[in-house]
């Protein structure tokens, strides 16, 4: 029988920090080509998708810091109160976006404005969704050997954005090759669902690791 080799933590650290690196930076470089390629071509779901990654870019470097914090020696108490303020910070954020897509969207489809094809977002999408599922993949394996509950939910968060890559590459694919400018819109709107769903979560999550940092105050 193969004998289990299990790692130190601070190598699953180390590479828990990595992966998080990668994601900010991926995630930076996708808002900016997407917000600016949104713009040009009037497309409410390029810039939806955009301001998203802005999103993603905030939780990631919430969850770099805490890791970062447990590599210096810090508490659990002390590392978890960085992901605390974060994660209110982008339960208000996604909470604004969803607003955004509802005002954008429908105004696109009352007023009938058609976005342009935008090939450079085409690209993006069918680029990130050929990305993204490998780095899921890699943070999720991470956060099970770390036992780290905010991985592992970073993970699934990232495997949520292959959804809105989808929705996205649809929107602008139909809206370019058959003249379905109402694509467009649809497809922002299909991520509300979700962007409602993670702000209230990530609210929530931040009242519940708040509430176990007073208690824990409370005891010391």
Known sequence: MPKVV?????????????????????????????????????????????????????????????????????????????????????????LALAVYIVYEAGSTLWFREPPEASMVGIALAALSLAVMPFLALAKYRTGEALKSRALIADAKETIACCY?????????????????????????????????REGFEALEESKADCATLDSVRERA
């Open 164 to 196: 809105l890559s989808l929705a996205l590459l649809l929107g602008l694919g139909a809206n370019a090759l058959f003249g379905f400018w109402w694509a467009d819109p649809v497809a922002a709107l299909a991520m509300l669902p979700w962007v409602v």
């Open 6 to 94: 299990v790692q130190p933590r601070v190598t699953l650290l180390r590479r828990g920090l990595r992966l998080e690196a990668l994601t900010i930076a991926w995630n930076v470089i996708e808002a900016v080509v997407a917000i600016g390629a949104g713009l040009i071509a009037g497309s409410v779901a390029l810039v939806g998708f955009g301001l998203d990654s802005t999103i993603e870019t905030i939780a990631a470097a919430a969850l770099y810091l805490r890791l970062r914090a447990e590599m210096r020696g810090a508490t659990e108490a002390e590392a978890e109160a960085h992901e605390a303020r974060a994660l209110r910070v982008v339960g208000i954020t996604f």
